[in-house]
């Protein structure tokens, strides 16, 4: 790891409260997760995820993770890592051995957007089956954080697209799909996030590792859903008090993208996301947390 420049970042984190509700010792009270809890969290994970096409699978990693960061001072920059590796490993990733390549990068930079459009200049084959809008969507990203991710269908098995050098189109071989799997998957080949250095100050090392873990493990849009407490509003500058960590909803959010099948449709893997999310949430705090 590479660390470049000096930026204080508070060490102290705030834990959130618990809400106890108490009961009638007498009475014996039964509650349960209500429909209306399950349709608004459904709501807010189709609004989160970025999903254009809900009949098809939705991006994860399937490879091991390699991680590293640069940017910051050396002691900043393994605290970050060491949360994101915990992150990554509570979502059920496998890590890669040393000398890996990495495909999970968190660099902090002075200027993003000059930086991510200097990629996309640079780097274009990174960018060749990306559409012009998304790719401007990614360069002109608002305020201090840019990301970069480089996706692909392939096979359920993991098989790649080859290209027929007759006709120059793309084939890939797959087998028949059915109503609930499909025959291919989308595989994430690598991820890049950027920070700008001057959103740092204010900021936690436990929270920027979490927004980051978030942004980069599964493609989500950036900005947060209302009425959802979220790490994403970290950067957010309408938002008073952002959480000191991953909350239910994005734990739930990454435990549930992780787990089963990496070929299931979007509509039943969005569900099965915020079956898990409501779950988590009243596990930790109770069903009615909003």
Not at 12 to 17: E, F, H, I
Not at 83 to 99: H, K, N, P
Not at 230 to 249: K, Q, R, V, Y
Request: proline fraction near 7%; aromatic fraction near 4%.
């Amino acid at each position: 790891m590479l660390a470049v420049g000096a930026v204080a970042l508070p060490s102290s984190v705030t834990a959130q409260d618990a809400a106890t509700t108490p009961t009638d010792r007498a009475t014996i009270v039964v509650t349960g997760r209500s429909k209306a809890e399950k349709e608004r969290v459904s709501a807010a994970v189709r609004a989160m995820a970025q999903q254009r096409d809900r009949n098809e699978p939705v991006g994860r990693f399937a490879a091991p993770i390699c991680f590293a960061t640069a940017g910051l001072p050396q002691d900043l920059l393994a605290s970050i890592a060491d949360r994101v590796i915990a992150d990554a490993q509570l979502a059920g990733l496998q890590l890669a051995g040393d000398g890996c390549r990495p495909n999970l990068l968190l660099i902090f930079v002075n200027d993003g957007r000059a930086d991510m459009d200097w990629l996309r200049t640079k780097h274009s084959d990174w960018f060749w089956r990306m559409d012009l809008a998304d790719i401007h969507r990614i360069v002109e990203e608002p305020g201090p954080v840019h990301v970069f991710t480089a996706s692909e269908i392939v096979s359920r098995d993991g098989e790649r697209m080859s290209v027929d050098p007759q006709t120059d189109v793309p084939q890939l071989n797959v087998s028949i799909s059915s109503n609930i799997v499909l025959p291919v998957r989308r595989d994430i080949q690598a991820s890049i996030m950027l920070i700008d250095r001057v959103a740092v100050p204010g900021r936690t090392a436990i929270q920027i590792a979490d927004y980051a873990a978030l942004r980069t493990l599964a493609m989500i849009r950036p900005q947060p859903v209302q009425g959802i407490d979220t790490i994403m509003s970290l950067f957010n500058p309408t938002s008073a008090s952002p959480p000191a960590e991953m909350t239910a909803f994005d734990r739930g959010y990454l435990k549930a993208l992780y787990a089963g099948a990496g070929n299931e449709r979007a509509t039943l893997k969005l569900d099965r996301i915020a079956s898990t999310i409501v779950a988590e949430r009243a596990a930790e705090v109770g069903p009615d947390r909003p």
